[in-house]
């Protein structure tokens, strides 16, 4: 699997509409044991919290591209440009912040009892 690939189809796709529009952009980060790992960097236009950031992104990610298809869950890394004025520099120069926040989702409702 081409996480590159995968990266840049979404970001033609799906993300530039999300980000411009709503504030919001993600990224792959891994795929392995049936769970992908998301970056989410949630902007100053996002209104959603975390949970619901989670839920919606995570489920774009799955129902969009069919190499995720399968896929038992989702981990987000989110990173929250609210909390700190700084961050959105420190994006900007390369260097990366902090996660704020990790989510995890299970797409199966029946898979843990």
Known sequence: MDIQKINKRHFEETDSHYR?????????LSYKNGIFHLEVTMGHKWTKN??????????????????????LGCKLFIIDLKKNKYKENFIKSGVHPGYDAYKGILFYKNYLN
Do not use: D, F, R
């Open 20 to 28: 411009v529009s709503m504030g919001l952009t993600s990224k792959l």
């Open 50 to 71: 975390y949970n619901a950031t989670a839920s919606e992104i995570s489920h774009i990610w799955k129902t969009n591209h069919p190499e995720l298809s399968h896929a």
